[in-house]
Antibody, heavy 121, light 110 residues
Framework: EVQLVESGGGLVQPGRSLRLSCAAS????????MHWVRQAPGKGLEWVSL????????AYADSVKGRFTISRDNAKNSLYVQMNSLKTEDTALYYC??????????????WGQGTTVTVSS | QSALTQPASVSGSPGQSITISCTGT?????????VSWYQQYPDKAPKVMIY???ARPSGVSDRFSGSKSGNTASLTISSLQAEDEADYYC??????????FGGGTKLTVL
């Protein structure tokens, strides 16, 4: 069974940093692109970032570009996002999600349960 | 990276068919066949219902179908059932190498 388990969320002050992790299991992690998607309380889904199977293609939403850094460790079956200079508008449930194939144009086919990030003073 | 446009809400009676539209631009929906649809129940993670415009993952009911014309993709649910009541989101790959979601549509089964 494919499983994605996020961790690292919490309460953080504006301007500070946080690193989210996603542990993947049940599939060949290094064969698939991975995404981060977030959902603010009571709002819709917002795509955040993607990384291809071998990390050669990385992309970000304009809202996080320059502040967030996505990475993966295929040896550890893990996905990460380093979030710097956090803003109150980054408050959301952050989902780790698996792409349907190795490249950036494969849509998301499996979602984790999410980890909550709250940015507040 | 503007969000795709979906109606905020749609409704239908059990047994009826409904269609949810998803309008983008020539840089996303109109350019690629990489459009997906997701179903989300309250406080649950989304679930893929349609990918690549019209492909259905195994396990998804054939009452769900997808299509695209120009810059607009559509999700049709036939023989509406109470369990279909949920939020639905479209997403598309774009020329910038990123993905974009629609604002979401709340489906109410009357």
């Amino acid at each position: 069974e494919v499983q994605l388990v996020e961790s690292g969320g919490g309460l953080v002050q504006p301007g500070r940093s946080l690193r989210l992790s996603c542990a993947a299991s049940g599939f060949n992690f290094d064969d698939y692109a991975m995404h981060w998607v977030r959902q603010a309380p009571g709002k819709g889904l917002e795509w955040v970032s993607l990384i291809t199977w071998n990390s050669d293609k990385i992309a970000y939403a304009d809202s996080v570009k320059g502040r967030f850094t996505i990475s993966r460790d295929n040896a550890k079956n893990s996905l990460y996002v380093q979030m710097n200079s956090l803003k109150t508008e980054d408050t959301a449930l952050y989902y780790c999600a698996k792409g349907g194939g190795p490249y950036d144009y494969y849509g998301i086919d499996v979602w984790g349960q999410g980890t909550t990030v709250t940015v507040s003073s | 990276q503007s969000a795709l446009t979906q109606p905020a809400s749609v409704s239908g009676s059990p047994g009826q068919s409904i269609t949810i539209s998803c309008t983008g631009t020539s840089s996303d929906v109109g350019r690629y066949s990489f459009v997906s649809w997701y179903q989300q129940y309250p406080d649950k993670a989304p679930k893929v219902m349609i990918y690549d415009v019209s492909a259905r993952p195994s396990g998804v009911s054939d009452r769900f179908s997808g299509s695209k014309s120009g810059n607009t993709a559509s999700l049709t649910i036939s023989s509406l059932q109470a369990e279909d009541e949920a939020d639905y989101y479209c997403s598309s790959y774009s020329t910038s190498g990123t993905w974009v979601f629609g604002g979401g549509t709340k489906l109410t089964v009357l």
